[in-house]
């Protein structure tokens, strides 16, 4: 098993510009996690999807964030335009589906800095 | 919702010294709590967990506790080594959500 993949694993941009982080969740897990890391604010959940529909998206900051899941093996979060106070360490997790004691395996993470 | 307090945010330690952090949550019904550890520059990843149902659980070097009736659970870990080194995470979950409450980490360091 590969594991959570993410991409890109960094990335440079200069504010303004859109953003498209990507993941690929664990094969047969049924839920997938956006989470941003920053030294300030420490782990922060942006939002939760459940069988590809999203569930709890109150972490997202503002208009500027928006994520999606077209399948089970896929999801995007997406920033437009950026500013550099995104700048953060971006991660996906999964967990499987079952009795409620599920753990989330965390991708390598995306690390964004905004220019 | 729930609301996790980490605490030491820094542990300085020397190698073969035990470490402990300590975790508060408010939310009675949360009944699953993991421990994540990250080091420099890469993901968090499960090192233990415990659930509402046991007081204690060992693994190797490290040992996690609950009180339940006090709210809250604690890592122990033992004769520390270098590469204990890392940001030590503790979450909180409520029975039926899916989404854990992490708390703010715990930034170990272990001198040789």
């Known amino acids: 098993d590969a594991g959570v993949i993410q991409s890109p694993r960094h990335e440079v941009t200069e504010m303004g510009q859109e953003v498209t982080l990507r993941c690929k969740p664990i094969?047969?897990?049924?839920?997938l996690f956006w989470y941003r890391q920053t030294m300030m604010r420490g782990l922060e959940l942006l939002i939760y999807?459940?069988?590809?529909?999203?569930?709890?998206d109150s972490g997202m900051p503002e208009d500027r964030f928006s994520a999606k899941m077209p399948n089970a093996s896929f999801s995007t979060l997406k920033i437009q335009p950026s500013e550099p106070r995104d700048s953060a360490v971006y991660f996906c997790a999964s967990s499987p589906r079952g009795s409620g004691w599920e753990t989330q395996y965390f991708g390598p993470g995306t690390r964004l800095l905004v220019l | 919702g729930e609301n996790v307090e980490q605490h030491p945010s820094t542990l300085s330690v020397q190698e073969g010294d035990s470490a402990v952090i300590k975790c508060t949550y408010s939310d009675s019904a949360s009944n699953y709590f993991p421990w994540y550890k990250q080091e420099l520059g890469k993901r968090p990843q499960l090192i233990i967990d415990?659930?509402?149902?046991?007081g204690e659980k060992k693994d190797q070097r490290i040992a996690v506790t609950l009180n339940k009736t006090a709210k809250h659970f604690s890592l122990h870990i033992t004769e520390t080594q270098p590469e204990d080194s890392a940001v030590y995470f503790c979450?909180?979950?409520?029975?039926?959500?899916?989404?854990?409450?992490f708390g703010r980490g715990t930034s170990l360091i272990v001198h040789p």
């Open positions: 999807f459940n069988n590809n529909v999203p569930i709890d």
């Open positions: 094969s047969g897990h049924n839920s």
């Open positions: 979450a909180a979950r409520s029975g039926g959500s899916y989404i854990p409450t």
């Open positions: 415990i659930r509402s149902n046991v």
